[in-house]
């Protein structure tokens, strides 16, 4: 029952504060305009609608917090996990709220997100302890402090830009969010000891951007921004450390590299593209997954819902992957991707303008009105020959007389 409310308390906190976040949009200048090619945007959009997703979110975490301090519920959380997410958290959203007003450059961002993962780091502990290792009795490896905590922050660092990165169309971040949130709580509640604390973010986080969905999809009314991006980015980064790393020590990091796959993937093609082409690794360019979507003739939601399908595929094989183990989803995710690019190119297919099928539809139309050409001569014909054969008539009974 304590996640049911978790998730419907965002939701509807979400939901409710989305309109509110509009209008603060234009009142403080937070105005996504057109006029690059890689926007999709014809006209004006709010930019600010992170404010409602993290007004969701939050309203539903710290109605936990208090019904664990009052004794409602079992504690679920350290005082220094919560402290450390919430500041991690503030630092983030911090600067993608300034970003989405006064537009700064990559160079000014990027230290402040390092600054918040840090923060984030030192003050909650949390921290990647082990990876996969299948050559090891175990299964796993320990890392060293030295390699963890640097590893630990870049993973954070990465998740935040990859949730920008991806957040390219009417949707799409939220939706991805939403799938991947879902994915990361059915792993915890499939563990033999589910953790509370990642339950209740994932379905915190799952709830408040679904919210912001029904506005946010296309066409959208408002957008998330720089500030709802960063925070759902650096949340998803800490709640897979927090919570499955720990809990799933043989697969450790395999879980999270499936369920935040589709942005993950997203961003190293970006960044190994932008190398390639000898261009700064920050520069926004028209060359992420979703715009070769849009390329092969994908419309907007074709392309939305064919990347929450791939979302969906990449958290079904975590699930698959905590519960039955690595070859049955190495199998699911080769069986389901074969019918997912079949998709795709038929979208294509069915968006485009065929001259063929063109040609073959009024090759069709042309014989059924010859068709039916034929069919009224013949009845013309049929009554000419009546009439005849009654003119014939009168004049023998007149003969006859």
Excluded at 57 to 73: D, R, V
Aim: charged share 15%.
């Amino acid at each position: 029952m304590t996640y049911i409310i978790s998730f419907i308390l965002s939701f509807i906190i979400s939901f409710t504060a989305t309109p509110i976040a509009k209008k603060l949009s234009f009142r403080i200048g937070a105005v996504d305009r057109p006029g690059e090619k890689r926007r999709m945007h014809t006209k004006p959009i709010a930019r600010f609608g992170g404010a409602a997703i993290l007004s969701g979110f939050t309203i539903a975490l710290l109605f936990q917090i208090i019904e664990a301090a009052t004794g409602s519920m079992d504690k679920f959380a350290t005082a220094r996990q919560l402290i450390g997410l919430f500041c991690g958290i503030a630092i983030a959203t911090g600067i993608g709220a300034v970003d989405d007003i006064r537009h700064l450059k990559a160079r000014m961002k990027f230290p402040v997100q390092f600054a918040a993962a840090i923060v984030f780091v030192l003050i909650s502990g949390s921290h990647i302890i082990s990876y996969t290792n299948p050559f090891t009795k175990l299964g796993y490896s320990v890392l060293p402090d030295i390699i963890s905590y640097p590893l630990t922050i870049l993973w954070i660092v990465g998740i935040t830009n990859a949730i920008n990165l991806i957040d390219g169309l009417d949707g799409l971040a939220a939706g991805v969010t939403a799938i991947s949130c879902l994915s990361l709580f059915f792993v915890t509640m499939l563990s033999p000891q589910p953790d509370v604390y990642t339950a209740l973010l994932t379905l915190s986080l799952a709830g408040a951007t679904l919210g912001f969905l029904p506005f946010n999809f296309n066409p959208a009314k408002i957008i998330m921004g720089d500030a709802g991006a960063y925070f759902i980015g650096f949340t998803l980064g800490a709640i897979s450390i927090q919570g499955t790393l720990k809990t799933y020590a043989t697969i450790s990091i395999a879980i999270p590299l499936l369920v935040l796959g589709l942005p993950i993937f997203d961003t190293l093609f970006a960044i190994v593209r932008r190398i390639k082409d000898k261009k700064p690794i920050m520069l926004a360019d028209r060359g992420h997954l979703h715009h070769k979507l849009i390329d092969m003739g994908l419309t907007q939601r074709q392309t939305v819902i064919m990347m929450y399908i791939v979302s969906a595929v990449l958290g079904l094989c975590a699930i698959v992957l905590a519960n039955r183990g690595v070859f049955a989803a190495i199998m699911l995710l080769i069986a389901v991707a074969v019918f997912i690019i079949g998709g795709a190119r038929s979208m294509s297919v069915i968006n485009s303008d065929d001259p063929e099928e063109d040609e073959m539809l009024m090759s069709h139309n042309r014989r059924r009105n010859g068709q039916k050409g034929a069919s009224i001569d013949d009845t013309a014909a049929d009554a000419g020959v009546q009439d005849l054969d009654k003119k014939s008539a009168g004049t023998a009974d007149t003969d006859e007389e």
